[in-house]
């Protein structure tokens, strides 16, 4: 078996162990504690680094196809660990929550990526992304009748207690290109974000088709208005109603920073689209003959589909949701101004090929036993839709370390400069 070129993205149980161990190396500088319980009552794990007046959280494993966060965390958390003077001079307390979703984590664990070439088939076999009402970041919108996870729970809780200057949280997209979302203008932050993705030569996403209601500053930063958040909402669910926007009533800075595993270039390009009505038509009908594939697949089998067993029936209800909200998904694409960019086209291009390929991916796990047929009609789609994704926007894999270097250099330049400026 050859060796992994660099170390596996950990599973919730090396996280743990990773940060005990720096624990036991600092135990001056670093502490960790649960505060509190996950679905299925695994623990959620809080590491804390110094003892500055001023505090500050980082949340990884919000969803649960991202490990990369908490490589990130442990990367800086080592980092303090050996360097706490670093802490000192922002005056602050840094808290890890090493990861917010453990339980979709076990679910999605499985892929290893080897470096210099991992396969991004391979990572879809193992993939798992939870449907919206079970991602720990959402909260209940106005009305709908479900009670907080006790993830998302845990997490305001924590939020309450610490009121923190700033809270992180780290994202990792397959396919795209990087970028930041801020619920307020920082000065300084866009800058030096843009100048550490330019050092690791990752590219970034001109327009992001995340925060539709958020300003746009482009490249590869959106801000939210002042004026904005209440009853927002995006193709998926409310935005308003989510950790990221519950703390401003602490004044807190939520910034959140996604770098993709698979960087696309053309996400960058700042040439004037030609015919942007006629992109826009174009990139919905791919996602809507997509689904309309998968649908016609589970319209084949479905005995099968209900028969899914418990254990991996979230894989089959997070497809579905994929597969009903893509024309509402398309609808909004439509509805919205349309961008000059060439740049933004390909992000939404992207968008329109990765959202049944999630799907595709997890309905094959979850009728590999009760439709194997079915599941192999899956996989050989994933693998066709794999290669046109690659084919369409020449990917470059992104070194688990630049994925890294970017949350935590953004991480300290944009604590540095929200402490500046009175937090």
């Not at 919730?12 to 036991?24: G, K, N």
Request: net charge negative; proline share 9%; charged share 25%.
């Amino acid at each position: 078996m050859r060796t992994p070129l660099h170390p596996v993205l950990p599973t919730v149980d090396e996280l743990e162990r990773r940060a005990r161990a720096l624990v036991t190396a600092a135990p001056g500088v670093l502490r960790l504690r649960p505060v509190g319980e996950s679905r299925a009552g695994r623990p959620l794990w809080l590491l804390s680094a110094g003892r500055g007046d001023r505090q500050i959280l980082t949340v990884a494993g919000a969803h649960a196809n991202e490990p990369v966060g908490g490589a990130s965390v442990l990367r800086l958390a080592r980092l303090f660990a050996h360097r706490p003077e670093a802490l000192e001079r922002l005056g602050c307390t840094w808290h890890f929550l090493l990861c917010l979703d453990p339980d979709g984590a076990r679910l999605a664990h499985g892929w290893m990526p080897e470096e210099p070439e991992p396969s991004l088939e391979e990572c879809h076999r193992h993939f798992y992304r939870p449907a919206f009402a079970r991602q720990p970041e959402s909260l209940p919108a106005p009305g709908e009748e479900r009670a907080p996870l006790p993830e998302s729970a845990a997490l305001v809780r924590l939020l309450d207690e610490l009121r923190p200057v700033a809270q992180f949280t780290l994202h990792g997209i397959e396919v795209g290109g990087a970028f930041v979302m801020l619920t307020r203008e920082v000065p300084g932050v866009a800058r030096a974000f843009r100048e550490t993705a330019a050092r690791l030569r990752i590219p970034l996403d001109r327009h992001p088709s995340d925060g539709p209601d958020w300003r746009l500053d482009p490249p590869g930063v959106l801000v939210l208005p002042g004026d904005h958040g209440t009853g927002e909402r995006d193709p998926s669910g409310f935005v308003a109603e989510s950790t990221w926007l519950y703390p401003r009533r602490y004044g807190t800075l939520t910034a959140l920073v996604e770098t993709p595993a698979w960087c696309a270039p053309a996400v960058s390009d700042a040439r004037p689209a030609v015919a942007p009505e006629r992109e826009i038509a174009r990139v919905g009908e791919v996602l809507l003959g997509q689904t309309r594939e998968l649908s016609a697949v589970l319209d084949g089998c479905e005995g099968a589909v209900a028969a899914v067993p418990e254990e991996l029936a979230p894989l089959r209800d997070a497809a579905r949701e994929l597969i009903d909200v893509a024309p509402s998904i398309v609808d909004s694409w439509a509805s919205e101004e349309q961008s000059a960019y060439r740049g933004h086209f390909a992000t939404l291009g992207i968008s329109a090929r990765r959202i049944p390929l999630r799907a595709a991916a997890m309905l094959r796990r979850a009728l590999a036993r009760t439709d194997p047929e079915a599941a192999d009609t899956l996989a050989n789609l994933v693998r066709e839709w794999c290669r046109e994704l690659e084919k369409a926007y020449d990917l470059r894999w992104v070194p688990v370390s630049a994925q890294t270097g970017l949350h935590v250099r953004t991480m300290i330049d944009t604590a540095r400069l929200a402490c500046a400026t009175g937090g």
